[in-house]
């Protein structure tokens, strides 16, 4: 993997520990599935179109732990979003200086390998005559594309996920493209703690609509090939992925670095959300090839 590091760190200094280790099997699941996916044919492009990336540094750490990869990768988030982050990568050299121009607006960057993009996802997902779809440049539409929602799709409604992902399915890629969609959710809404954890998120006026929409594993591999993703579905709940991914030494150096007391809560937490990964090979079998030996819950 490329970092042992989470990519983006939670609130609530109560929590904290707790918080961590959930962010750590979220951060260790996302680069099993990444790292797989580029070190399959290696030689070959990729692409990868991270919706909702926020604070998101992955694009970074792979650049430096895979420097011979042949990657094109995406962020598509709000201005609001998007502008702060280019800022901070202007301050800070380590990642400035691996930019291969420099930024020409406050809220989008474009180049041949990393692309930022400033725009409302749910325009992908109703275009009209007044508003067509907006345009992403240097999306290849011909290379094989992960696909990547971490908390992202779960904020809207089902149709307009569907939308969303048949736009970038089918008119921004080639229906014979390579491609795959991770998945990362909230699950298991009908239990007691899926309940609080719903009526927690209403008091600030969060809603997810997916979560009520998607509520098992068996949900969300339907949903993936409901999507058109139909050469692979998968689904493990973090709790699952663990115990069964993450290796013992590993464990072991992840619980020397802070005490973690709360390990039944832990378990509660990590059985509430999930990893869904489908794809559908198109012209090459990268995807199957990758995910072949990533176990799956049952």
């Given at each position: 993997m490329p970092s042992k590091a989470p990519t983006k760190m939670p609130r609530g200094a109560g929590r904290l520990p707790l918080l961590n280790r959930g962010s750590y099997v979220r951060t260790s699941a996302i680069d099993l599935l990444v790292t797989k996916f580029l070190l399959t044919y290696p030689s070959s492009a990729k692409q990868i179109v991270s919706l909702g990336a926020g604070t998101d540094t992955r694009f970074f750490r792979l650049l430096d732990a895979y420097p011979d990869v042949r990657l094109v990768y995406h962020e598509i988030d709000?201005?609001?979003n998007t502008s702060p982050k280019i800022a901070c990568i202007q301050r800070q050299p380590v990642l400035y200086r691996k930019l291969l121009q420099i930024p020409r607006t406050s809220s989008s960057y474009h180049s041949a390998t990393y692309n930022i993009h400033a725009l409302d996802l749910r325009t992908l997902a109703g275009p009209t005559d007044d508003a067509p779809l907006p345009e992403l440049p240097n999306l290849?539409?011909?290379?094989p594309t992960l696909i990547l929602s971490e908390m992202c799709l779960v904020y809207l409604q089902p149709q307009t996920v569907q939308g969303i992902v048949s736009a970038l399915t089918t008119h921004y890629l080639r229906p014979t493209t390579p491609t795959s969609l991770v998945l990362y959710e909230p699950i298991l809404p009908q239990d007691a703690f899926g309940r609080t954890m719903i009526s927690n998120l209403q008091t600030r006026n969060i809603h997810l609509?997916?979560?009520?929409?998607?509520?098992?594993?068996?949900?969300q591999r339907a949903r993936l090939s409901s999507y058109g993703f139909t050469d692979g579905t998968k689904a493990a709940d973090t709790a699952f992925i663990w115990k069964q991914w993450i290796p013992e030494d590993e464990k072991e150096r992840v619980a020397g670095l802070e005490m973690l007391d709360e390990l039944e809560e832990l378990e509660l937490l990590l059985k509430h959300y999930c990893f869904a990964w489908g794809w559908k090979d198109g012209e090459s079998d990268v995807f199957s090839k990758a995910w072949a030996d990533v176990q799956e819950q049952a």
């Open positions: 709000f201005p609001t290849d539409p011909t290379i609509p997916t979560l009520t929409a998607y509520p098992e594993l068996s949900d």
